[in-house]
Nanobody, 114 residues
Framework: QVQLVESGGGLVQPGGSLRLSCSAS????????MTWYRQAPGKERELVAF????????NYTDSVKGRFTISRDNGKKTLYLQMNSLKPEDTAVYYC???????WGQGTQVTVSS
């Protein structure tokens, strides 16, 4: 079955940067649009960013526009989320997701704190 493994989370100070990765396997990665979601404690999971199959269409939730960049490498079967100018409110578990397969990774924790 579909396997998605996120990595790259951690503790970072406000204003810092992190790059998340999601390694995909057991499906044809390039055939599917991909998304990043996040879930903060006590809150619902929210869509953060979307990328189409070949990266020509990108969308972001308003709170991360101009700070986060979603990208993909279909040859490496990997999805990325570059996060800059991080804020404490970005603290959450971040998940990669295949919308049309409704498949999720296990998540990676991002904590923004001084």
């Amino acid at each position: 079955q579909v396997q998605l493994v996120e990595s790259g989370g951690g503790l970072v100070q406000p204003g810092g940067s992190l790059r998340l990765s999601c390694s995909a396997s057991r499906f044809t990665f390039s055939n599917y649009a991909m998304t990043w979601y996040r879930q903060a404690p006590g809150k619902e999971r929210e869509l953060v960013a979307f990328i189409s199959r070949f990266g020509s269409n990108l969308n972001y939730t308003d709170s991360v526009k101009g700070r986060f960049t979603i990208s993909r490498d279909n040859g490496k079967k990997t999805l990325y989320l570059q996060m800059n100018s991080l804020k404490p409110e970005d603290t959450a578990v971040y998940y990669c997701h295949v919308p049309t397969l409704n498949s999720w990774g296990q998540g990676t924790q991002v904590t923004v704190s001084s």
